[in-house]
């Protein structure tokens, strides 16, 4: 392997690399040696599982044995002395015919590392590197090296040759965000359904308010570090735009000494009705304000970042998650709000407060699907359709808070699917939800209808669309089929099996 070359695209793909990470891809001597080296303390391996077992087809080509041949599989951590952080995981397969005994007795019965077994015995071995590469932490990994899912993680494969043959095949992995010599922030942001707006016609004062819920999936996941000018990277030109002026407005609001570089890693789909404009300026802004050692509320990020003047499901998303229900805002002259604008037409409008919030069943799926080339109105488009269908008929607004307050709320609090299901079905012909569904696409309408049939409790349209979310305690599998069938027969579109997240933001530094 052309090591150089391959550490230099490995940079392209996930961001740059310090030396000492370059170093820990590429050494060919101990990497335990190396980590008590760059820690300046004594490191501690744990095994966490070993066995022995066939050779499968993988293995037996990388360890050039036949099939079946007994090889001791070991996965292990290693520990930093004295906070006991996890600082690399390895995995290894070991030939056991082919291991003297001594060395085959210390890698089976004690926590060793390989490294101080081979000096130990004094085997004279040489490593060869098979690969270096990065993939997103799935769930387990992430909880092993105690970072958020999806945060890159670094890995190479290698072999450890002696007598001419293959002893040992190991793959170690350590978190891309480890060993960097710059502090970074990482922000894991929701996703959000909005059910309704509640009151679009003030006749009480008030004006707005909204139902939502966080998602786990789809999400944001986005890293900075400090640097001398705005940065971004990964994602498309309008998150950069936003990420931009959010950065403008929170250097100045809380007078930092500088923007930072940002690296967008996952997204959440623009103009659908998830509420990804939020959830990335609130991401910036979190991680600005964290970077700067600054504590600022999420509401006040909400005002600086200009989020939340209509809906705030998005703001509260962000920081608690769950299913929300907010209070909207005073209306009338000298008010908040004088007229009925979307929270894009809304700046300078405080986030609603939260009126109740609820953890949403965990075993309740959430099946999302976004038909292609059907955009949601946003924009000047959006405004206007404010502008000509508000006021709302007040027997209608009446007839949402019924719903919200008599079903969907007891739905979730006693976990009757049936009671929620019936009221967010329902609020698909109420208020302005009404307006939002009506001025739809037809497919879009057809498509709830089709992921009811397929044994959906309720189907619905987030926000202005298009996507649709159904809710199902079992069957979400059949449910995702019949709207991706549906799809491919009229363009196509993606779909998810997702759940609520009953939390907000996830926040790491690293």
């Not at 310090?18 to 101990?30: A, C, E, N, P, Y």
């Not at 407060?353 to 955009?375: G, N, S």
């Not at 006021?391 to 976990?415: F, K, S, T, Y």
Request: charged share 25%; glycine share 10%; with cysteine.
């Amino acid at each position: 392997m052309d090591l150089p070359a391959r550490l230099q695209a490995l940079e392209g793909e996930v961001g740059r690399l310090s030396s000492v990470q370059k170093i820990l891809l590429s050494t060919d001597g101990s990497v335990t040696q190396m980590l008590e080296v760059i820690t300046g303390s004594p490191v501690r391996l744990e095994t966490h599982s070993q066995q022995v077992e066939p050779a499968d087809g993988e293995t037996a080509a990388v360890l050039q044995c036949p099939l079946g041949e007994e090889v001791n599989h070991r996965v292990v951590t290693i520990r930093g002395d004295p906070d006991g952080k996890v600082l690399l995981t390895a995995v290894s397969h070991a030939l056991v015919s082919r291991l003297p005994l001594e060395f085959r007795e210390d890698l089976m019965r004690a926590d060793i590392p390989i490294g101080k077994i081979l000096l130990r015995h004094r085997i004279e071995a040489r490593r060869e590197i098979r690969e270096i590469r990065s993939a997103p932490a799935d769930p387990g990994t992430a909880g092993i090296l105690g970072i958020l899912r999806g945060e890159p993680v670094l890995s190479r494969r290698y072999e450890i040759i002696h007598g001419g043959s293959p002893l040992l095949s190991i793959r170690e992995q350590f978190p891309y965000h480890a060993f960097l010599d710059e502090r970074r922030v990482i922000v894991d942001a929701p996703s959000r359904i909005h059910l309704t707006l509640i009151d679009l016609h003030g006749g009480l004062g008030r004006v707005d308010g909204s139902v939502g819920l966080a998602l786990e999936e789809p999400r944001l996941l986005l890293e900075a570090s400090l640097s001398p000018q705005c940065q971004v990277t990964g994602g498309e030109p309008w998150a950069a735009e936003v990420i931009r002026e959010v950065g403008r407005r929170v250097v100045e609001a809380i007078r930092a000494r500088a923007p930072a570089r940002f690296r967008i890693r996952e997204s959440v789909p623009r103009h659908v009705g998830l509420g990804s404009g939020t959830q990335m300026a609130l991401s910036a802004g979190r991680a600005l304000t964290t970077l700067h050692g600054k504590e600022v509320p999420v509401r006040e990020l909400a005002r600086i970042s200009g989020r939340g003047g209509t809906s705030g499901i998005g703001t509260a998303a962000f920081e608690h998650g769950g299913f929300v229900v907010d209070g909207g805002h005073s209306f009338g002259t000298g008010r908040e709000k004088q007229d009925f604008r979307p929270s894009s037409a809304s700046t300078g409008v405080p986030p609603a407060p939260v009126t109740a919030r609820h953890p949403f069943p965990e075993d309740w799926k959430v099946v999302l699907a976004i038909p292609r080339a059907i955009p949601g109105a946003s924009g000047g488009r959006e405004r206007e359709i404010f502008r000509t269908h508000c006021p709302v008929d007040p027997g209608e607004v009446q007839a949402v808070c019924r719903e919200v307050l008599v079903r969907m709320l007891p739905g979730i609090a006693e976990r009757d699917l049936d009671l929620f299901g019936a009221s967010v079905n329902r609020i698909q012909e109420l208020g302005f939800k009404r307006v939002e569904v009506r001025l739809q696409d037809p497919a879009i309408r057809d498509l709830s209808a089709t992921m009811r049939t397929a044994g959906a409790a309720c189907a619905g349209l987030s926000s202005f669309g298009p996507a649709v979310y159904a809710i199902t305690d079992t069957g979400a599998r059949e449910v995702e089929a019949a709207a991706r069938s549906f799809m491919e027969a009229s363009g196509g579109g993606s779909t998810w099996i997702t759940r609520a997240r009953n939390s907000g933001a996830r926040i790491r530094v690293a």
